[in-house]
C-alpha cells in the first residue's frame, strides 16, 4: 500500500517544525511497519463497532499498512 494522497501536505508541514526532516524516509519508516488491530466479541456491538471504525480510520490516516486480528468466533464472522 501507498500513503495516503494528503502525505505530502502533512510531510511540508512536519518539515517546517522538525529540523532535519525528510520526507522521503518517514514514508519508507511508515511503508516498513504493519500496525495490528486486535479485537474480539465485545467489539460487535454497536458501540464496539463504531469505535474500530473509528480506530480504523485514523490509524489508516498515517499508517499505509494495517492488519485487523479478531479473536474468537464471534470477531472473525463480523470481520468482513
Do not use: H, W
Amino acid at each position: 500500500m501507498a500513503v495516503a494522497k494528503y502525505f505530502g501536505r502533512a510531510a511540508t508541514a512536519a518539515s517546517q517544525v522538525l529540523q532535519g526532516f525528510d520526507a522521503k524516509d518517514f514514508e519508507g519508516l511508515l511503508n516498513g511497519l504493519v500496525i495490528g488491530i486486535g479485537f474480539d466479541q465485545q467489539a460487535c456491538s454497536t458501540e464496539g463497532r463504531a469505535s474500530l471504525d473509528l480506530l480504523i480510520r485514523l490509524v489508516s490516516r498515517l499508517y499505509p499498512t494495517i492488519c485487523l486480528l479478531p479473536a474468537g468466533e464471534e470477531a472473525r464472522k463480523r470481520e468482513s
